[in-house]
């Protein structure tokens, strides 16, 4: 069974870092790409980053561009997003997301996701 546990949420300042964490079992890690998708307050999804099954390959949105860095450790089967500068805009419920090909594909499995605030 696929499994996505997201974690390292909470509250911070504007300004500030988080490093979000989604441990992944039930498949073999390094054959899958992996997503990060936010969820803010009253809004639809949007995706953030993205991660090739090697970890070789890094894709982001341009509202986090810059500011984020997504990484994969495949000896531990687990996926992180460092999140530096946040903004208040970066509020929401982030998700990680299995893809369905090594390079990308469509997202099949989803995590719970964990909630980060931005806010003084």
């Known amino acids: 069974e696929v499994q996505l546990v997201e974690s390292g949420g909470g509250l911070v300042s504007p300004g500030g870092s988080l490093r979000l964490s989604c441990a992944a079992s039930g498949f073999t890690f390094s054959s899958y790409a992996m997503s990060w998708v936010r969820q803010a307050p009253g809004k639809g999804l949007e995706w953030v980053s993205a991660v090739h099954g090697g970890g070789g390959s890094a894709e982001y949105a341009d509202s986090v561009k810059g500011r984020f860095t997504i990484s994969r450790d495949n000896a531990k089967n687990t996926l992180y997003l460092q999140m530096n500068s946040l903004k208040p805009e970066d509020t929401a419920v982030y998700y990680c997301?299995?893809?369905?090909?090594?390079?990308?594909?469509?997202?099949?499995?989803w995590g719970k996701g964990t909630l980060v605030t931005v806010s003084s």
């Open positions: 997301a299995k893809r369905r090909l090594l390079y990308g594909g469509n997202m099949d499995f």
